[in-house]
């Protein structure tokens, strides 16, 4: 019955695939066709719509964690995919979660001020009233703390701005500095402020980045009112995300805590997010010099950097409860290889209403869920099994998918084909971020979705858009390159444990670009703000069903897995000319400073009326050993070849025990040690970096000892990482040797 089903969507839906292209990439002629017929079935489920009515209902009240409208939503999600015929359950973790039980700031001195700290509602917007059930705005992890200092502005508050402050003469310690928020991570702002020996942090969004410089404000706009505060989470994730309390294991109940005084990632001075109207009287108090043009925000007075005359009060204290966690997981079991699983997940928790961040994602993934069951009732059977997961507890440190990662780490190790996140959705272009290994099957199946404004595929608009956006010298490579390239993923979002912990192939996608939007984990992230500015008519959940949707049953149902691996060892060999590039300009940057020392640079520059420390004199670095990491590449790379060229004469036929072999692929590029100083984080290639936060380093080992100048360590990491890199070429040239021989050149 079934297969008369299928041989019926066949005929009528793509007899024409048949002829007109090549079969999709590990798929037998035949298998081809069912899956291409399959697949535009379910390309017709998904309706803008339920994606509306989906948001409207979750997020019509705060749902944080421990949060009641938090379970609510929960338990909503379980019956609604228990309504689509699908074997839903809820896994419960309990994590360390704090909340505010106070928080002061204060300026002292002869102007005395006392910051609101509150987000008033808007008129019009039904949701932005419900004050009794929003978080306060703070940030998650921050230590309790009682400090009275003076004030410093440090930028944007990275490693590079305390150096500008140097070169000034001003040293923040035993200071509250103030940084802006942008260009690194939130959380790395205090950590280097303690480094550098600050008590206190303030974070401000100034109108530059999301306010009035950049475009209207809500409600006229869809940018930061001045009384709008960003709330996150400040905890040290590059160290390791999930329950500050049990690393490297699930939450669940019985396991053994880590005392909270012992907790590292905790930081190690309080940190408050703030609103520019708030910041305004405390930047209008800082003295001492002007700041450099760069340092510039958009507030309508001049910058100085400080320190104020005038003390700022900053106390903080929390509630470390251990709070619920609730992820929604489906289970849907593979026909012919259920030993074998496909992962897909988006996260429901939210700083406050959330409609964009993450209900724009979860709405969509829901309604994914609801087309999949529907395909089910039609007789579609996935060949290996299919897990969808809606994680609680994102916000705060990604909780809910690392506890679950955590408290399953051998059955994913063991089963585990990739795991596809989204979070945030909105208007615009495709973009996805991951692991090479499916950058190929990425492009592939993004050809076949439909963007909803130009109708052309969505893979061809990301392209062109590319081409719009690059710099002249790298135009000609999107253009002749087969595959678009993707960025390599840091952290942020719920796919870190399966990529950085467990090595498990991942992707992070969605659509934007043509929205501004600055409402970020802010109370005014609702259904009002988003229907009126984002993706209104929900034409791009719609895309975002469509894709990711395809992108679980193309791999679900694949007879050979469809990594490929030139593309693999294309980027490895980029990020290695990257690396040498790199340790030679630590070269040649320490020779030109130590050359204009000795030449009299920095006296000449002397200002009698500012202050101007040069810089100190540095030992230039040695030259690396990367020849291991060179041999390794090239091996890859011919490894890899033969491998794509016996995969493509192949035609989707899959020896017996290849695709665990190819599953293993993505577990070789990780090491049981870790990386230096932080063994949580396994990926080779991939991790957020210590000092950046979200944003990622490549062949992390390799290059963050470059650039914390440890040579000996550089040098035990190109080890380390040649040896995986050799082990994946082995990997693949017997995998080559299992498939059919393909004639010699
Ligand atoms: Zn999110």
Redesign the pocket.
Known sequence: MRLAIAAAFLFAFTAHAVDAGPALRGYTPEHSATETSWEHKYQALPESDHIRENMRRLSARPHHVGSPYDKDNAEWLLAQLKSFGLDAQIEQFTTLFPTPKSRLVELEGPEPFKAKLQEPPVPGDPTSDQQSEQLPTYNAYSRDGDVTAPLVYVNYGRTEDYEVLERMGISVKGAIVIARYGMSWRGIKPKVAAEHGAVGCLIYSDPRDDGYYAGDVYPKGPMRPEDGAQRGSVMDMPLYPGDPQTPGMGAVPGVKLIPLDQVQTITKIPVLPISYADATPLLKSLGGETVPEAWRGALPFTYHVGPSAAKVHLALAFNWDRKPLYDVIVRIPGAKYPDEWMIRGN?HDAWVNGAE??IS?TSAELEEARSLGQLLQQGWKPERTIIYCFWDG??PALLGSTEWGEAHADELRAHAVAYFNT??NDRGYFYAAGSHSLENFVNNVTKDIQDPETKMPVWKRAKLVQISQAPSQERGEIRSRADLRIPALGSG?DFTVFLDHLGIASLDFGYGGEDEAGQYHSIYDDFAWYTKFEDTNFAYGRALAQTAGTMVMRMADADLLPFQFSDLADTVHLYLTQLKTLAQQKRDEAKERDREVAEGVYKALYDPKKTMVPPPEEAIPPYLNFAPLEQASDDLTEAAKAFDKAYAAADGAAPAGLNPELIRSERLLTTAQGLPGRPWFQHLLYAPGLYTGYDVKTIPGVREAIEQKQWTLADQQIGIVSAALEHEAELLRQATRTLPATPAE
Do not use: A, F, I, K
């Open positions: 996260h961040d993450p994602g994102e916000e979070d945030s979002s």
